[in-house]
């Protein structure tokens, strides 16, 4: 069973920066795509990052397209997530997702693990 936790989240003013780690346990890591995914109150979760088993292909949804930056450690087993500019808008919780499926996907029903989420919180 693939085990997956959050770690980084926090309160932060606008314009500072964050980094989320996802720590990886059980399964074959470095066989796996791996995504970050946020929701905030009142909100549909919606996908933020994507990265290939080898972190060669990256994608992102256009709002943080330049401020966020995903990369992977397989060795470590970790996958994390710099975020810089952040902005109140990014406030939300953050979920680690992991699964065994060909290139990337930012489709959250093709997860098939996932972290428990961390909160971030941007205040103005």
């Known amino acids: 069973q693939v085990q997956l936790a959050e770690s980084g989240g926090g309160l932060v003013q606008a314009g500072g920066s964050l980094r989320l780690s996802c720590a990886a346990s059980g399964g074959t890591f470095s066989s796996y795509v791996m995504g970050w995914f946020r929701q905030a109150p009142g909100k549909e979760r919606e996908f933020v990052a994507t990265?290939?088993?080898?972190?060669?292909?990256?994608y992102y949804r256009d709002s943080v397209k330049g401020r966020f930056t995903i990369s992977r450690d397989n060795a470590k087993t970790t996958v994390s997530l710099q975020m810089n500019s952040l902005k109140p808008e990014d406030t939300a919780v953050y979920y680690c997702?992991?699964?065994?499926?060909?290139?990337?996907?930012?489709?959250?029903?093709?997860?098939?693990?996932w972290g428990q989420g961390i909160q971030v919180t941007v205040s103005s």
């Open positions: 997702a992991g699964t065994d499926t060909y290139g990337t996907t930012r489709l959250a029903n093709e997860y098939k693990y």
């Open positions: 990265i290939n088993w080898s972190g060669r292909i990256t």
